[in-house]
């Protein structure tokens, strides 16, 4: 089993930054991939930003290139997602993914554990 836990979400203005962490424990040693995912209200889950644990490789979302960068502690467990110019658009529950094995990047049905999820709010 493996623990997510996100943090780092709240309310920012329109342009602001945020940075979400996402904290793993548990058999860490299994995960392979992590990705951050967001869903708004009335919406479905879509991803927004992949990497690979091992070699350290980034996937984005259309909507988040250029702007949100992803990135790893592999000593610490840890897994961050660093949002610049920040839109209405992207207010939204934001859910840390972790998965084993071959992972599809992309792919919400790809990852074997959640967390709980933070909220983003961003006001205009």
């Known amino acids: 089993q493996v623990q997510l836990v996100e943090s780092g979400g709240g309310l920012v203005q329109a342009g602001g930054s945020l940075r979400l962490s996402c904290a793993a424990s548990g058999r860490t040693f299994s995960v392979s991939a992590m990705g951050w995912f967001r869903q708004a209200a009335g919406k479905e889950r879509e991803f927004v930003a992949g990497?690979?644990?091992?070699?350290?490789?980034?996937y984005y979302a259309d909507s988040a290139k250029g702007r949100f960068t992803i990135s790893r502690d592999n000593a610490k467990n840890m897994v961050y997602l660093q949002m610049n110019s920040l839109k209405n658009e992207d207010t939204a529950v934001y859910y840390c993914a972790a998965g084993i094995g071959w992972v599809v990047i992309t792919d919400n049905g790809g990852y074997d554990y959640w967390g709980q999820g933070t909220q983003v709010t961003v006001s205009s």
């Open positions: 990497i690979r644990r091992s070699v350290g490789s980034t």
